[in-house]
């Protein structure tokens, strides 16, 4: 069977192909990690690349299978921190993942909202705690977005840019609701 392409789009192919091979050095050299150093060294390229095109790289070197193990260790901790995200300091817990074959990892979470804590700067710096800020009509939606925010900051950091899995919470339950964080 045969393919026929553009010569434009073989110019392309080409391109990426060269553009990966200098990421990968990178990574030979400065260990594997998509930052905004290494995009600040591809100059304007790295702003037309898709961040799915450097996962999918990143995937690649480390090796499709060597990255799901990496995801499966990382996520077998099943509790984690967030340290000062904007204010907010709260554990939370993965109930259940699942990698999809669309190399996204599926999160279901439970957040301690009781014992976890925000600070509002609207507010003269006043330290809430969250079950009590996500229950404020007047802002307890913001909260609850935020939280979101920081969650999803936290997994960037933590595997879309060291093992190269995008990310999708599927639900978020909280401790207030009757749910336990057990920090064992």
Not at 53 to 82: C, H, P
Request: net charge negative; aromatic share 14%.
């Amino acid at each position: 069977m045969k393919i026929r392409i553009k010569e434009s789009e073989l110019n392309h192919i080409e391109k990426m192909e060269r553009l990966k091979r200098i990421v990968f050095k990178y990574w030979d050299i400065n260990g594997p990690k998509i930052n905004d150093i290494m995009k600040k060294l591809l100059g304007f390229e790295a702003e037309r690349i898709g961040n799915w095109v450097y996962t999918g790289w990143l995937r690649e070197y480390l090796g499709e299978n060597n990255a799901r193990d990496m995801v499966d260790k990382f996520l077998s901790q099943k509790n984690f921190k967030i340290d000062n995200c904007g204010g907010y300091e709260f554990d939370f817990k993965v109930i259940n993942y699942k990698m999809s074959e669309y190399n996204d990892v599926q999160l279901d979470l439970v957040v301690d909202d009781i014992h976890g804590t925000v600070v509002l700067i609207m507010h003269d710096g006043m330290i809430y705690n969250l079950k009590k800020a996500r229950n404020d009509e007047d802002f307890g939606w913001e909260i609850d977005n935020e939280i979101l925010d920081c969650i999803y900051d936290f997994f960037d950091e933590k595997i879309t840019s060291q093992i190269g899995y995008q990310f999708v919470i599927g639900k978020i339950i909280y401790a207030s609701a009757g749910y336990s964080i057990d920090k064992s």
